[in-house]
Structure formats: structure tokens, C-alpha cells
């Protein structure tokens, strides 16, 4: 009797796995009734109106993660429009002024306490109420329009299983790691492993040798962990889906733990770049990857120390002797020796490196097939 029950709960867990959540499709309808008025001609808008559409985007992406990180652009026009509503506010009216004042102030007792509380509630309310209209600037343009045409696209899943949005033990794991010459990373649960070492034109912009970040040049460290990532992706999709593994395993929506000792490139993966624009693009790439992935991925934080396997991969120097290298990493640590070795497809690596060398806006529906359907292969 006990047996039978435990097989109850357990099959109860997996039909729970394989649920899926969408948006309602009215919900959907009517977000996509309000970006028809973010129209290409559109020149501006004010901050309640963006924060109105990016509210409900960010509705919908509870259940559709990859859509986090097609919002970087329309996050940055917010804090744009408030910094510059709280400075027209501060030149033009005196009231705002004196709220200013009445929140520096120190309250001495309960009752300029209460008045401090109702000058920072006035405060937010103008901020937030100003009519005062901002530039839509292009890239703002194409986001909104990537945005929209995802959301319309028949073929683009508007929901996720639940495996996928809430916290659960892996079903596999992977490690990664980047220095300023290569990259790296593998997996004992998927059986790979994998090693890039980043071209010239990659290594010629990193710290090494541009010590100036406000250039635009420097490809920071940052960016090449989130690509580390998204390679570790790519070959966990490919392991899943390109070589039968959830149907062999009878894992319908399989989940991917991809540890990285960058808490920035941990953090662009899970929420969305904000700021650099190389992130931004990558996140891009990685939203690519996301649509329509049986496979959902999950990232968190190690220490370097812990991600020695990893690291040691990634401080590699030479594609010519990696062989050579791997096989002595085996010998040291003898677990890797059932891993056979990943190369990420031309598509994929094309993407990664455009992203790092321009950062392009890249459209996640022009690409999603082709970095899908063929993430890379396992050779011998």
C-alpha cells in the first residue's frame, strides 16, 4: 500500500512537471492592442505610458522567460524618464522644491515625521505623473518591434511547463568558465565537454589591452562568461533534444543547472542585461535560444576555487594542442574521461562573436531555428 501511494506522488510530481502556464489569450490580445499604438511612426511617449506597456510585458513574462530579455531597452528608456521628469520637476516647480527640502529635512517629531512621509508620497506621484514626452530612439524601436512580431508569431509558444519557472532539482548540471584568452566548460551528467579560444580581434579588445571601459571598445569580462553560458546551453540542448535524451529518459522538459563563477554573467542570464550593450545583445541570443526549447536553464553562482575544472579548460591558450591538454586533465581528474568533446555549430559561434565585435540588435525570430535546430554536434 505504501508503494502504490509513493508511485501516486511521484506520478502526480511528473504530470505537475509537464503542465504547462500561459498568459490568458485575452490578456495577450490586449497587450498586443496596446503595442499597435508603439508604432514605427511614433516619435515619443511619457513615462507612464512605457511603464503602462512594460508592466503588462512583464505580466506575460512569468510565463515566458525568454521574453525577460527582450525588455533591456524599454527598462533603460524608464530610468531615463525619470531622471529627466525629477530634473523638469526641480526647474519648474517650486512646490517640488519644497518637498525636496521637507524629506532632507531630519524629522525632530511624529508630526514632521507624517509631513516628511506626505512630501516623499507627493514626490512620487509628480515623477511618476508628469506629462513631460520622450524621443523613441531606434533602438527602442526595434525592441518594441521584436516584441510585437514574438507575441503575434503563431509558431512561438506563449507558455512554459512549470519545470521551467519554479525552483526543482536539475536534471543535469554544467560548469563553465572564461578567461581573456578562451573559454570553456563541461558536463559529466550530458557526458561533454568543450573549448573556444577567442579569436584576435576578441582578445585585442579585452582588458589587457584597453584599460578604458567608457570607449566602447572593451569587451569585458562579464560578456565572455554570459557567452560561456550560453555555449553551456547550446550543448545541453543539443544533449537533450538533437540526440534524443528526453524521450530516452522520458524527460518531457528537462532543466539545465549551468554554474558560473561570475555573479554578473549569473545574473544577466536570469533576469537580462540592463547597461552594456554587448550584454544587451547577448541576452538577444540567449532569448533565441530560449523560444520554443523543450529545455529550460538555470544558472547559479560558484566560487572560483570550486569551479577549478572549469577554470583550468578556460585558461588554455592554444586550439592547436587542446586535445593534448584535455587528455592531461583526464589523467588529473579522472571523471572527465567519459566526456566526448562539443563543438558549438558556425551559426551559434557566428552569433556569439557578432555580439561581442559590434553588438548588434539581434531579431531572436530571425535566428531561433537555425541556433536551435542545429546548436552544434559531438565528435569522437
Not at 72 to 99: D, K, Q, V, W
Not at 180 to 199: H, N, Q, R
Not at 364 to 379: D, E, F, H, T
Amino acid at each position: 500500500m505504501i508503494i502504490n501511494f509513493v508511485n501516486q506522488i511521484l506520478g502526480h510530481l511528473i504530470n505537475t512537471r509537464t503542465m504547462r502556464v500561459s498568459t490568458p489569450s485575452q490578456y495577450l490580445s490586449e497587450v498586443l492592442d496596446l503595442l499597435t499604438h508603439w508604432h514605427n511612426r511614433r516619435k515619443s511617449f511619457s513615462l507612464h505610458e512605457i511603464e503602462t506597456l512594460v508592466g503588462k510585458l512583464n505580466h506575460i513574462a512569468l510565463s515566458t522567460p525568454w521574453l525577460t530579455h527582450l525588455l533591456s531597452h524599454l527598462y533603460t528608456s524608464i530610468m531615463t524618464a525619470l531622471r529627466g521628469n525629477r530634473e523638469y520637476l526641480i526647474h519648474t516647480s517650486p512646490a517640488f522644491r519644497n518637498y525636496l527640502k521637507l524629506i532632507k529635512a531630519h524629522p525632530a517629531s511624529s508630526a514632521e515625521e507624517m509631513t516628511s512621509t506626505f512630501a516623499q508620497a507627493n514626490v512620487a506621484r509628480a515623477v511618476h505623473t508628469t506629462t513631460k514626452k520622450y524621443f523613441i530612439n531606434k533602438t527602442m524601436h526595434e525592441e518594441l518591434k521584436f516584441n510585437k512580431n514574438a507575441l503575434e508569431c503563431p509558431r512561438v509558444q506563449k507558455s512554459a511547463p512549470i519545470a521551467h519557472l519554479i525552483p526543482c532539482g536539475p536534471d543535469a548540471e554544467a560548469w563553465g568558465d572564461s578567461s581573456l584568452d578562451a573559454a570553456g566548460g563541461f558536463s559529466l551528467d550530458m557526458g561533454f565537454w568543450w573549448y573556444i579560444e577567442w579569436p584576435p580581434n576578441v582578445r585585442q579588445r579585452t582588458l589587457r589591452h584597453v584599460s578604458n571601459g567608457t570607449s566602447g571598445k572593451l569587451i569585458d569580462i562579464n560578456c565572455l562568461e554570459h557567452a560561456t553560458i550560453l555555449i553551456n546551453y547550446a550543448a545541453s540542448t543539443h544533449y537533450w533534444c538533437t540526440l534524443g535524451n528526453t524521450s530516452k529518459k522520458k524527460i518531457d522538459y528537462p532543466t539545465t543547472l549551468i554554474w558560473a563563477d561570475n555573479t554578473t554573467a549569473d545574473t544577466w542570464t536570469r533576469k537580462g542585461c540592463k547597461r552594456s550593450l554587448i550584454g544587451r545583445s547577448l541576452g538577444q541570443l540567449q532569448c533565441a535560444l530560449m523560444i520554443n526549447n523543450p529545455v529550460g536553464i538555470n544558472t547559479n553562482h560558484i566560487t572560483t576555487h570550486a569551479n577549478i575544472i572549469a577554470d583550468k579548460i578556460s585558461r588554455h591558450k592554444s586550439e592547436s594542442d587542446s586535445l593534448l591538454h584535455f587528455h592531461t586533465l583526464s589523467q588529473e581528474f579522472p571523471s572527465l574521461k567519459g566526456c566526448l568533446r562539443f563543438h558549438p555549430s558556425h551559426a551559434l559561434l557566428s552569433a556569439i562573436m557578432d555580439s561581442l565585435l559590434s553588438a548588434p540588435m539581434i531579431d531572436p525570430l530571425s535566428i531561433n531555428a537555425q541556433v536551435l535546430n542545429n546548436p552544434g554536434r559531438i565528435v569522437t
